[in-house]
């Protein structure tokens, strides 16, 4: 952390203490508008699944379980009360807003933080006309009473420490406030200027997102149209540069998705609502043909037939974008049709006990040294120790291509660089690997090297008789063969966290060597079996 980003965390301490002042609560207070006179359109599906269950709990943190604190508190799943479309679901989602007011009118360090808040109020005003259109008249006093207090809020602590898609969050919020507010248009003046400032500061030219998460990415994206949709209506002109930056973050969207049309799960990312990734590609208006690289934001995909094969060939994202960052340079998944086979464990924003181990090198398809993570996480949760380069190169077209890449993340501790060669081919039918390591400085003890591969759960898996190689089954029936040479292969346990807070059983293939010389290089293929 530099010194000036610990002078701003000093800052932000102190004013939150006055936040929960009763003189900085008295003055939230001001005129109200009774009424929105915008209504942003709300084109993202719900999950009328999860909305059903949402219909049977009141408004608490230990009621609603499965989702972070944040996610509780910014309100976006009232879009799956929605999608129920019945008229007790629309009491049902009025009452969660109005316990919510009832219980966090004042500031509250968690529900007021500014990224919430905002998505709070963008969610609010862009479903109003589902929950709060037929209230009463005590119910929308209190309403817009809440909002404007909110907004007010917002107003003054953004940015802040924010950063990211977190300012995007935010921006969204404060402008939908200052166009569907009467007398409340310095708000999205405000808005507007941030928006510019944060497109020229953090736009990736490949569309990217600097966390490199993919459901950042989302986030993201999801905001732009939001905020694009919002000022179109208004009759407002939209920036330029904004058009471009979502087409482009739409593109690198499309480069995530597996062949079930979920995100690959690579830092802090879930494999995402199938319905409303379809639908922020189609608001993004991207097309055309998938890229293969994303260059800023560090992937490579290599697409040969059925075949689907994502690489992360990138560096650790910096402070603080690095907070969710994985430990798992050179990771990757591949995938054959709609199945997933090598994937990443993911990740449970929800469950902090799970948090930082899912982020660990162990749960990736990726490479250990001595159970070592290739990144420090510390105990702020951002990390310290990491790869000083990571280098990629990349040969052939996607019916038949090699990348090749390495990372020095392990020289601090054991000075070894790590090399993975990845080949994808013959229609997608045939993926075969390198892993090598090669000591900088000569080897002064021996280690223990670890390459894992885990298994989606839909796999099944078996080691043959011989316990030389394992056997795939995959859900569309085809029979696949893992082989290698030069390590000690076993068939463990792993678990899957690709939606929400469940983890699921799987298994995960594990090659394991000691390292007694300057170099060890491991090799692997995984095959389609002849049907």
Request: hydrophobic share 40%.
């Amino acid at each position: 952390m530099t010194s000036g980003a610990f002078l701003n965390t000093l800052r932000d301490r102190a004013s939150r203490a006055a936040y929960g002042s009763f003189l900085y609560n008295w003055t939230l207070k001001g005129a109200v508008a009774p009424r929105l006179l915008l209504k942003p359109a709300d084109p993202w599906p719900g999950n009328a699944d999860r909305g059903r269950f949402l219909c049977t709990e009141v408004f608490s943190p230990s009621a609603l379980t499965g989702m972070s604190v944040q996610e509780l508190h910014a309100f976006e799943w009232l879009r799956d009360v929605r999608a129920v479309g019945r008229e007790a679901a629309r009491r049902h989602a009025r009452t969660l807003v109005e316990s919510w007011i009832e219980r966090y009118n004042a500031w509250d360090e968690r529900a007021w933080e500014p990224e919430t808040t905002g998505r709070r109020i963008a969610a609010w005003i862009a479903l109003y006309d589902f929950f709060g259109d037929s209230a009463d008249e005590e119910f929308q006093r209190d309403f817009f009473d809440s909002l404007h207090r909110q907004a007010r809020h917002l107003s003054r602590t953004t940015p802040g420490m924010l950063h990211g898609v977190g300012v995007l969050h935010a921006v969204r919020g404060l402008l939908f406030a200052g166009l569907a507010l009467e007398g409340c248009e310095s708000w999205a003046e405000q808005a507007v200027t941030l928006l510019a400032r944060h497109l020229n500061r953090q736009s990736l030219a490949d569309g990217g997102v600097e966390s490199r998460s993919p459901t950042d990415l989302c986030g993201a994206l999801r905001c732009l149209i939001d905020i694009r949709g919002a000022l179109t209506a208004a009759g407002q002109p939209v920036p330029a540069a904004l058009h471009g930056r979502i087409e482009a973050a739409g593109q690198a969207l499309r480069f995530f998705r597996h062949g079930d049309r979920g995100l690959a799960l690579f830092n802090g990312a879930q494999e995402g609502d199938a319905a409303l990734l379809d639908a922020l590609v189609t608001q993004s208006g991207a097309s055309g043909r998938i890229l293969r690289t994303l260059p800023r934001m560090g992937y490579e995909r290599v697409m040969s037939g059925k075949g689907i094969l994502i690489v992360d060939v990138g560096g650790s994202p910096a402070w603080p974008e690095d907070g969710a960052a994985h430990a798992a340079p050179l990771a990757f998944e591949f995938g054959y049709g709609r199945d997933r086979v090598f994937v990443s464990c993911g990740s449970a924003p929800a469950r902090q006990d799970w948090r930082d181990m899912l982020r660990g090198t162990a749960a990736h398809t990726a490479l250990s040294v001595d159970c070592r993570n290739a990144c420090e996480i510390r105990a702020d949760g951002h990390l310290g120790r990491r790869p000083g380069s990571v280098v990629a190169s990349r040969t052939g077209q996607d019916d038949a291509a090699l990348v090749e890449a390495s990372h020095d993340g392990y020289v601090p501790v054991n000075g070894m660089v790590h090399r993975r060669r990845l080949y994808l081919g013959n229609r997608g039918q045939d993926l075969r690997g390198e892993d090598a390591l090669e000591a900088t400085i000569g080897l002064s003890r021996s280690a223990e090297v670890t390459a894992r591969f885990h298994l989606h759960p839909s796999v099944a898996a078996s080691l043959t008789s011989s316990g030389a190689d394992v056997l795939l089954r995959l859900p569309g029936g085809s029979g696949w063969r893992f082989q290698q040479s030069g390590a000690r292969l076993s068939l463990e346990t792993s678990v899957y966290v690709g939606d929400g807070a469940t983890l699921r059983k799987t298994r995960q293939i594990v090659l394991s060597a000691p390292m007694e010389s300057d170099r060890l290089c491991l090799k692997w293929a995984l095959r389609k079996e002849d049907s």
